[in-house]
């Protein structure tokens, strides 16, 4: 082959269609900021029931887990994903959705080692990352309030 | 007895032809471009069975039982059977094919597999230890993206250089004597790795194993693009077609007027959302399986290469960060 990896490496990049991100920023932007609106309208219901605050924040959350895994068990999610991005990815949405579609793609392998070991495939990262991450912000919070 | 030509072909002495071939596909590649060709269209993905891995599985069981039934022979009389696909230890045939009872041999070589099973399949008959001998391969969306990427329902987004896996399987009866289109020659590939490492850009990994498949076929013969009528790759799709052509240009190959791919022929590109096209070993065996030898019989084809590509990298090599080993395998087919 006469081409060498650095020559091939230029024409790929090339010939390679690059993600409309202008059309993906603008469709990500639009349908998260749609997911926050109709947070903060159940944040607004729920306190007009004298919620407290912080359990009508729970109940906000709760309510969106269960309505993005209900459409990703009737397999609308996934089409809504397509075009929003990170837009369905960064809510709270997009983390039920990590955990409901391995838990419906692998319950063929069982209820143990599939469904249940493989709900968390990717989820998994995220909460391991984050708890750590929660416990290291925490522990300097904790020696600057000594210090 | 086969004679070997140049570095990597082997040219047939005797009559070896396709007698038979079936292909059956899934709802979406039904209503593509080639639709009306399928011996069978399954609309359901999982094809009556409880997991996709079972489904795939039912498609080889079914691509062979059709190709031999339009054969008219029986499967007593299929000496050997060659097969692969791209499930974890090949079980999309292992388990479709587990129920014939013919000597079965696996081959893995990722999407290249049918140019693989057929290739060893026609050297069989030509070195006159089998009469009949049968190639197949599969591929199935739902078990590949859920082997190599992620479950169906995650809210992903695929890249514009991402292919489309066909859900599909082709089977071609390979007999001794001129009952139909003719294997002339093969070129068993090099395995190329040019360094790509973005597993959502397969045409651009497989391409360079492609282009010296080609390039060494013609060397080896002699020969020139112009002499046949199709040179046919697997599933490099849009982004891989176009590297190849611009590869080989290097070279002074120029196939641009005579080459198309099966990943770009299976599915309407825009109208279907496939991005760049479609892939997989039941890509490139369901084209070559209905539309292609069925223009042998109307005569539109003479003399075509087909040259399936495969990506040798597995998910554990993708995690691991190395960049993907490819290959690919050509068979020429006269009339």
Redesign the interface.
Known sequence: ???S?KE??K??KQ??????KAK?FIWAFVVGGFICVIGQLLSEYYTSLEMPKEDSAAAVSTTLIFIAAIL??I?V??G???F??AG??VPIT?FA??I???A???K?EGQILGLGAKMFT?AGPVLVYGITASAIYGLILWIISII | MPEKVGSQTIVFQNDVCISSYAAVVGAKEGEGPLGNGFDKVYNDELVGE??FEKAESRLQTTAVQTAIKKSGMTEDQIDYMFAGDLLNQCIGSAYGLKDFAIPFLGLYGACSTMALSLALASLFVESGVAKHTIAVTSSHFCSAE?QFR????????????AQWTVTGSGAAVVSCGKNGPRINAITFGKI?D???KDIN?MG?AMS?AA??TIKAFLDDTNTSPKDYDLILTGDLGK?GS??LH??LL??NISIAENHNDCGLMIFDLEGQDVHAGGSGCGCSASVLCSKILNEFKSGKYKNILFCATGALMSPTSTMQGQSIPSIAHLVNIVK
């Open positions: 082959m006469k081409t990896k091939y490496d024409m790929v010939a390679s269609p690059k993600s409309p993906d990703t068990g397999g999610f996934d809504i994903a397509k929003a991005g369905t990815l997009g959705n990590s409901v579609s391995p419906i793609e692998y063929n990717i | 409880d997991s859920r992620f479950p169906l329902e995650y809210g992903g987004q695929r890249t514009p250089t190329n040019l360094g790509v850009n651009a360079p282009a010296e982004v176009d590297l611009e590869l290097k070279d």
